[in-house]
């Protein structure tokens, strides 16, 4: 999932410092699951925010919502209504959430909530870490499952490098080296030889380097 | 202030622990403070952020959790758990200038009556210096 973080209260307070009423629009899709921007953040937040603005004697009404995702028009299009009913809207879904509402309701103006951090999972309650680059060509198989590209500070395909210190990489203590646990789990298997293999440079079009993606399938076109 | 501040604090207290200690207190004969509403909860646990937030929102001027001893939750974990969601909202409280001391966690037993006495009367005199929370939103109890 896309996992994201609230951003700091100074910021978003900042943000709506102009507005009087605003709508406070979450989403049930990844940032429920991250608990970031799900129908309880949005409670928590909305709360916060009426307390801080009348605290300092200019009240905010904040109305509530949350929908089914932020990342399909037709749902975007369940606020039509009521869009304008407001001085703004705050998304409290990732990076695509406020931008579909910026282009469904280009009158109004939409701020984002979220940081938005990172592709990856759980690890614990409350904890979640990264695990996926997106680079757009997996090659993980090759790795047993372990991805040098999102896990490796310098996403090296063959590593590790010298900063790798007991299973630790060298920009904290507390990052794994991927580098050392994939080598660490191919002895293990006795699949060490795997690495000495000679596979062609990664193609990095497929990641950013070829500019924003896109992705159709014909089959599903209307 | 020309009249004595008068404040409005809600207690989240657990059935198994503070709730009981609020009855033995009133068994004993002891009094304390009429400033506490009180709101029995199955377990601490099952208070939420948003709960005490919109306790202050709407118009407390001071909440607090009492919860059964540490290692001591009928649920095992419950008290712990909300500790550190009445932590979140005292951060929170305090990147928006509301003074953290308006929320608060206690833990006690059922058979601590006096100390449930005390803490009414804590928290109560903690508000009372703190003043007035949110006046201009304050609603009629």
């Given at each position: 999932m896309i996992?994201a ?18 709508l406070l629009l979450g989403c049930k899709g990844c940032v429920t699951v991250c608990n970031a921007g799900g129908r309880k953040e949005v409670q ?19 109305e509530e919502d949350v929908l089914e995702r932020q990342c399909d028009p037709e749902y975007v299009e369940q606020i039509r209504d009521r869009a ?5 809207v705050?998304s409290m879904a990732c990076?695509v959430g406020p931008q579909f509402l910026?282009e469904a309701y ?8 979220l ?108 | ?141």
């Amino acid at each position: 999932m896309i996992v994201a973080d609230r951003k700091p209260l100074a910021e978003i307070l900042e943000m709506v410092s102009d507005h009087h009423e605003i709508l406070l629009l979450g989403c049930k899709g990844c940032v429920t699951v991250c608990n970031a921007g799900g129908r309880k953040e949005v409670q928590v937040l909305a709360a916060t925010l009426r307390i801080a603005r009348r605290k300092a004697g200019r009240p905010l009404e904040v109305e509530e919502d949350v929908l089914e995702r932020q990342c399909d028009p037709e749902y975007v299009e369940q606020i039509r209504d009521r869009a304008d009913r407001f001085d703004a809207v705050v998304s409290m879904a990732c990076g695509v959430g406020p931008q579909f509402l910026a282009e469904a309701y280009p009158e109004q103006r939409v701020y984002p909530a979220l940081n938005t951090t990172f592709f990856g999972g759980a690890v614990g309650h409350g904890v979640w870490e990264e695990r996926c680059g997106g680079c757009g060509t997996c090659i993980i198989h090759h790795f047993d499952g372990l991805c040098p590209v999102a896990r490796c500070s310098k996403s090296l395909l063959h590593g590790p490098c010298g900063g790798s210190t007991g299973g630790c990489c060298e920009i904290a203590r507390d990052t794994e080296c991927i580098w050392d646990r994939i080598v660490q789990k191919k002895m293990a298997r006795g699949r060490l030889d795997d690495l000495r293999a000679v596979r062609a440079p990664k193609d990095w079009r497929t990641a950013r380097d070829g500019g924003p993606r896109k992705s159709i399938r014909e089959e599903l076109t209307p | 202030m020309t009249t004595a501040f008068d404040p409005r604090i809600v207690a989240f207290c657990c059935k198994y622990c503070a709730y009981a200690a609020g009855d033995l207190a009133g068994s004993m004969r002891l009094s304390y403070p009429a400033n506490i509403r009180i709101i029995q909860v199955p377990c601490t646990g099952r208070v939420d952020i948003v709960h005490l937030l919109r306790a202050i929102e709407d118009g407390a001027d001071g909440v607090y959790v009492a919860g059964c001893l540490e290692g001591e939750c009928h649920f095992l974990t419950g008290n712990l758990k909300t500790r550190k969601k009445v932590e979140y909202v005292r951060k929170t409280l305090e990147e928006i200038g509301v003074d953290p001391g308006r929320v608060e966690m206690f833990n006690l037993s059922s058979a601590m009556g006096p100390r449930f006495a005390e803490i009414a009367r804590e928290m109560t005199e903690r508000i009372r210096e703190l003043g007035p929370n949110l006046p201009t939103a304050a609603k009629a109890a």
